[in-house]
């Protein structure tokens, strides 16, 4: 009589736990089958990383800097020391600042980028006639050693040096900073070399 007794409350013990655990897996699977993870969703100009939402404003940058910070006229990172032969450039102003589209970037044996940038109408004064004959126009914009430097002379001024200006695309309207010169090794059209500062406008 006892031995039967203990088996049967062994029986419902487990009946009642093989039925609990259907119902757990039953109901816990429907449960999480009907949750959704939410999307991150950013504004425009914006885009998802690792689930937050970052600035997108230059050329495939994972994570890079606000396009609204401030044009600023001063040297921070003592670019004007790593300019390859600087007397070949005549300084006409120590720095101004300008705005335009970018017309093309190309990319030169020194490791510097030479930017065309179509100027806004205000600024239209800073070019002369070698910009109009060689340079479709355009105002040159040098942001310095950027690429390889295959370019002999200009190897070491580059040395120790890392490029911190945005890189502009075709097409976007830019500001930029930086002394104003003459580029007396290019028919002495006008430049702004090196670039100071750099910020894509995005309004």
Not at 23 to 46: A, E, H, K, R
Not at 68 to 95: E, F, M, W
Not at 185 to 192: F, G, K, L, V
Request: aromatic share 8%.
């Amino acid at each position: 009589m006892k031995a039967g007794l203990i088996l049967a409350l062994l029986l419902l013990v487990l009946v009642g736990g093989t039925f609990g655990y259907y119902l757990y897996y039953f109901y816990g699977i429907q449960s999480s089958s009907s949750t959704t993870s939410p999307s991150t969703s950013c504004p425009p100009g914006q885009t998802s990383i690792n689930g937050a939402c970052v600035n997108n404003c230059t050329n495939d940058a994972a994570n890079p800097p606000s396009c609204t910070s401030p044009v600023q006229c001063t040297d921070p990172d003592g670019i004007n020391s790593h300019v390859y032969h600087p007397s070949r450039l005549t300084l006409v102003k120590s720095c101004i600042t300008a705005s335009g589209i970018v017309d093309r970037v190309l990319t030169e044996n020194d490791g510097d980028l030479h930017v065309r940038l179509r100027l806004d109408p205000a600024y239209s004064n800073l070019t002369n006639n070698a910009n109009n004959q060689y340079q479709y126009g355009d105002l040159v914009v040098e942001i310095i050693c950027v690429g390889p430097v295959s370019q002999a002379d200009a190897v070491s001024a580059c040395q120790n040096y890392t490029n911190n200006i945005l890189i502009p695309q075709q097409g976007q309207h830019i500001t930029v900073s930086g002394p104003y010169v003459l580029d007396t090794m290019h028919y002495n059209w006008a430049e702004i070399h090196p670039v100071y500062s750099l910020k894509v406008d995005t309004s």
